[in-house]
């Protein structure tokens, strides 16, 4: 069935060190990806996504890449700062269908040390 | 502009009760999802509602129903209480069926 599997489980750096974030998905027809940055006791919110048109994305610190045939994902976060530490999913999509569902991974515990 | 609204916050029930949840979707949004976050795991899709058809049902019992109504609001059902019904339960809008969704702050479901 539809699986998203996310890379590390944990991940503490050192501030202003870059985290990288890794998921594979299953689904050869999932074509959007997005990345959630939850805090806790909070909403997931929606920080980046990418489109299988697209093989890379950047926006400031923030940059996410896609290997369609490998069907894997990754999101990048250079310059890291405490304000970053958080847990993040990532999820994919089949959208243009008849629904949007996510399929999410089971999310990386960021720890950003000052 | 207001987000996409969830009632209540937090919510106790007891094994074997029925409990309701509710979202009020961003205006303009027709598409509504619910899903369940367990302490520590990603959101489960439970549902998808778009102009008030089911579009999409994820793999939980037929104790969890769910509608939409005229105003794209929603409500989320879920009749004979476990404890393992116990999480966070998530409310998500879209424009339309295949767009980008937001969610809600959520509903905590603690099951006693």
């Known amino acids: 069935g539809e699986n998203v599997e996310q890379h590390p489980s944990t991940l503490s750096v050192q501030e202003g060190d870059s985290a990288v974030i890794k998921c594979t998905y299953s689904?050869?027809?999932?074509?959007?990806f997005p990345w959630y940055k939850q805090e806790l006791g909070k909403r997931p919110q929606l920080i980046i996504d990418?489109?299988?048109?697209?093989g890379e994305k950047k926006d400031q610190r923030i940059a996410v890449t896609l290997n369609k045939t490998a069907k894997h994902f990754s999101l990048h976060i250079t310059e890291t700062q405490p304000e970053d530490s958080a847990v993040y999913f990532c999820?994919?999509?089949?959208?243009?269908?008849?629904?949007?569902?996510?399929?999410f991974g089971t999310g990386t515990l960021l720890a950003v040390q000052p | 502009d207001a987000g996409v609204t969830q009632s209540p916050t937090h919510l106790i029930k007891t094994r074997g009760q029925q409990v309701t949840l509710r979202c009020s979707p961003i205006?303009?949004?027709?598409?509504v999802s619910w899903y369940q976050q367990v302490l520590g795991q990603g959101p489960q899709f439970i549902f998808q509602?778009?102009?008030?058809?089911?579009?999409g049902r994820g793999n939980f019992p037929d104790r969890f129903s769910a509608r939409q109504f005229p105003n794209y609001s929603s409500e989320l059902n879920v009749n004979a209480l476990l404890l393992g019904d116990s999480a966070l339960y998530l409310c998500?809008?879209?424009?339309?069926?295949?767009?980008?969704?937001?969610f809600g702050q959520g509903t905590r479901l603690t099951v006693v």
């Open positions: 689904d050869s027809a999932s074509n959007y």
């Open positions: 999820a994919a999509s089949i959208t243009g269908g008849a629904t949007n569902k996510l399929i």
């Open positions: 205006s303009g949004h027709k598409s």
């Open positions: 509602y778009y102009e008030k058809e089911e579009r």
């Open positions: 990418i489109r299988s048109n697209v």
């Open positions: 998500a809008t879209a424009g339309f069926v295949n767009t980008e969704a937001f």
